[in-house]
């Protein structure tokens, strides 16, 4: 694993980000931010509180629009994208894991994988064997009928990766996904990203606090005051 300014780039890269720079009134979020991440590429993503890491992965996932500069997902630019264009690129394109889980908490475990897949129209004979595939990948095929209130933190979690992979995204951002676990759990948790992404050949932002977590990622962005250190 390496520490790096993001300057490196890559052939048909999944993400590049070109001088983007964001500000929320007087305050300077990202200064001149610019990288380029390969398929199936591991990248992780840490920096102080405050360093503009959960702004840049908004922007990245389409939810912020940054002041100036570019961002190419999969080669489409999110910058001049409508509101419906960025929706159907989050649902086709780019998952997030979150810290929270953020399962739909009347769904069971089987149904909260399968609802992105019925929101981009999937048939069911498809989205049955999608389910299944990836129950049987986080082993909690045993546990598909729980519904989240029922399952533990680090269960919860593995169907969000389950969830994530789902529609097969080229992009996967990772917020913190280990923050809410404890040690076994949020280590299985980063053994199943790393092993599921290589397999599905998903690029990974892996945003955290946490160095030991970055052992899955070939290298390593800090942002420091908004920018690339």
Do not use: W
């Amino acid at each position: 694993m390496r520490v790096d300014n993001g300057l490196s780039f890559a052939m048909n890269p999944v993400i590049r980000c070109s001088h983007l720079c964001k500000s929320y009134g007087a305050r300077q979020v990202l200064t001149d931010v610019s990288f380029e991440i390969a398929v199936a590429e591991r990248v992780g993503l840490m920096g102080p509180s405050g360093s503009g890491k959960s702004t840049l992965l908004n922007c990245l996932g389409g939810i912020d629009r940054p002041d100036s500069g570019e961002v190419f997902i999969a080669g489409e630019g999110l910058t001049a994208m409508s509101e419906r264009d960025l929706a159907r690129m989050r649902r086709e394109t780019v998952s997030t894991v979150f810290q929270f889980f953020h399962l739909l908490p009347t769904l069971s475990a089987a149904e909260n994988i399968e609802f992105p897949l019925q929101l981009l129209g999937i048939s069911a004979a498809e989205r049955t064997q999608r389910v299944d595939e990836l129950l049987q990948e986080v082993n909690l095929n045993h546990r598909r009928d729980a519904l989240p209130d029922q399952l533990s933190g680090g269960e919860m979690q593995r169907i969000a990766i389950a969830r994530a992979l789902a529609p097969r995204p080229k992009l996967i951002l990772a917020d913190e996904p280990t923050g809410n676990l404890d040690t076994a759990s949020g280590d299985a948790v980063l053994q199943l990203l790393d092993r599921l992404t290589e397999r599905y050949r998903s690029a990974l932002v892996l945003v955290t606090h946490s160095q030991e977590a970055t052992r899955i990622c070939s290298r390593v962005l800090r942002l420091r005051d908004g920018a690339l250190a």
